[in-house]
């Protein structure tokens, strides 16, 4: 019932840009939190950020602080990751998830709060 499709990945050199998206299959699940996680070869996932219900909060994570912003359309169903200024160190496989709570302003940075998750799209900055 719930699927979300990324996009938006692919093969940069470092203080390159890039924009992912991840949409909603339908209206009900893109309004609530939506977050974004990584996941680099050998390590664990981590969390990126995160965007509450209608857009009213964001956090980040230390490392992506100032140069990644997170957005949404709910009109849209989509979420998106704007990413500036990427480093190796962004190498990735981005993964969008979806929060279920009704906490209004609820943008969580715990993998384990979050309910659906998309299939992944490979970020690779070169040097």
């Known amino acids: 019932q719930v699927q979300l499709v990324e996009s938006g990945g692919g093969l940069v050199q470092a203080g390159d840009s890039l924009r992912l998206s991840c949409a909603a299959s339908?209206?009900?699940?893109?309004?609530?939190?939506m977050g974004w996680f990584r996941q680099a070869p050998g390590k664990e996932r981590e969390f990126v950020a995160a965007i509450s219900r209608n857009g009213g909060v964001t956090t980040y994570s230390d490392s992506v602080k100032g140069r990644f912003t997170i957005s949404r359309d709910n009109a849209e169903n989509t979420v998106y990751l704007q990413m500036s200024s990427l480093k190796p160190e962004d190498t990735a496989v981005y993964y969008c998830?979806?929060?279920?709570?009704?906490?209004?302003?609820?943008?969580?940075?715990?993998?384990?709060?979050?309910?659906?998750w998309g299939q992944g799209t490979q970020v690779t900055v070169s040097s």
């Open positions: 339908g209206r009900t699940f893109i309004n609530y939190p």
């Open positions: 998830a979806v929060d279920r709570t009704i906490t209004l302003s609820r943008a969580s940075s715990e993998s384990s709060d979050y309910d659906y």
